[in-house]
Nanobody, 115 residues
Framework: QVQPVESGGGLVQPGGSLRLSCAVS????????MGWYRRAPGKERELVAL???????TYADSVKGRFSIGRDHVKKTATLQMDDLKSEDTATYYC?????????WGQGTQVTVSS
């Protein structure tokens, strides 16, 4: 069974940085898309960043210039470097992988930005 697993969340002060990682187990497939969504309390889930196997990257306007997505095709991992974090970045962050018409979600990792 394909299962993305996130790591790297935690508590950070405003202006700080965190790096999230996503590792995919249960498949040797090179997924067409890997990326990140988030859901803040009381809000809908929203796109954060996506990267295709061809290295095309998409970012939400709210994180452009502060977050950076990366992929390692050999290790089948994705990362999200988050800098200059703000209180509004507080959310549960989910890794998503897409390929062959299917989509798989991780369980999420909590990011809390607070002083």
């Amino acid at each position: 069974q394909v299962q993305p697993v996130e790591s790297g969340g935690g508590l950070v002060q405003p202006g700080g940085s965190l790096r999230l990682s996503c590792a995919v187990s249960g498949s040797r497939q090179l997924f067409a898309v890997m990326g990140w969504y988030r859901r803040a309390p009381g809000k809908e889930r929203e796109l954060v960043a996506l990267q295709t196997v061809g290295r095309d990257r998409t970012y939400a306007d709210s994180v452009k210039g502060r977050f950076s997505i990366g992929r390692d095709h050999v290790k089948k991992t994705a990362t999200l470097q988050m800098d200059d974090l703000k209180s509004e970045d507080t959310a549960t962050y989910y890794c998503v992988v897409r390929g062959s018409g299917l989509e798989y979600w991780g369980q999420g990792t909590q990011v809390t930005v607070s002083s």
